[in-house]
Structures are given as structure tokens and as C-alpha cells.
């Protein structure tokens, strides 16, 4: 059974700074990808970053340039470092593992950016 655990979440004023972490457990590939998604109240979940273990790195166009994803594949853990916060990325950041079939979410944790 794999199990992601999140932290770091919480209250930060707009321009401000974040850092989420997300440690994994269990039986996991050694060939995987981690990731980050969000998701604000009435909005779908959406991607906000992954890393692939061979350095592959994806970012949405809203967060390209303030957030910045890094994994460690020995420890199986991956953060997300949230600079220039901004009201919109209010939202529950879900913590994400998949390899082949295999899909895992951790169980969220809240950022809110105040003005």
C-alpha cells in the first residue's frame, strides 16, 4: 500500500512564500512521476507541477517562473516551493504519485494567499 503524506500548507499574505513537501511510502517503482495539482472551491482539480525520476519537469503556465517543484528519488519525497503567491492560487494541494497504472493522492492540504 503507498501512502503520500502532506505538509506546509496554510495562511500567507499575496507575495509571499510557501513551501509544500509530500513524502511517500510503501511499494513504489523506481520509475515514477510526482507531482503537484490543486484545486479551488467550484473548480476541477488541475495540475500545478510534476517531475518525472529522470529530471522531466512540467509546469502550468500560471505558476511558470513563482513555483519551483523538487524531488529526491532516494527518499521518494517531492516539495513545491511557492514564490509571488497570489489570490488565485487559493486552493487544496493535492499531492500526487503514479507509475503505469498505478495512481496515488495524498489527502490535501490548504494554501490560502490573503490580500
Known amino acids: 500500500q503507498v501512502q503520500l503524506v502532506e505538509s506546509g500548507g496554510g495562511l500567507v499574505q499575496a507575495g509571499g512564500s510557501l513551501r509544500l513537501s509530500c513524502a511517500a511510502s510503501?511499494?513504489?517503482?523506481?520509475?515514477?512521476?510526482m507531482g503537484w495539482y490543486r484545486q479551488a472551491p467550484g473548480k476541477q482539480r488541475e495540475l500545478v507541477a510534476f517531475k518525472t525520476t529522470n529530471g522531466i519537469t512540467i509546469y502550468a503556465d500560471s505558476v511558470k517562473g513563482r513555483f519551483t517543484i523538487s524531488r529526491d528519488n532516494a527518499k521518494n519525497t517531492v516539495s513545491l516551493q511557492m514564490n509571488s503567491l497570489k489570490l488565485e492560487d487559493t486552493a487544496v494541494y493535492y499531492c500526487?504519485?503514479?507509475?503505469?497504472?498505478?495512481?496515488?493522492w495524498g489527502q490535501g492540504t490548504q494554501v490560502t494567499v490573503s490580500s
Open positions: 510503501g511499494s513504489i517503482f523506481r520509475i515514477n512521476t
Open positions: 500526487n504519485l503514479k507509475w503505469n497504472e498505478y495512481d496515488y
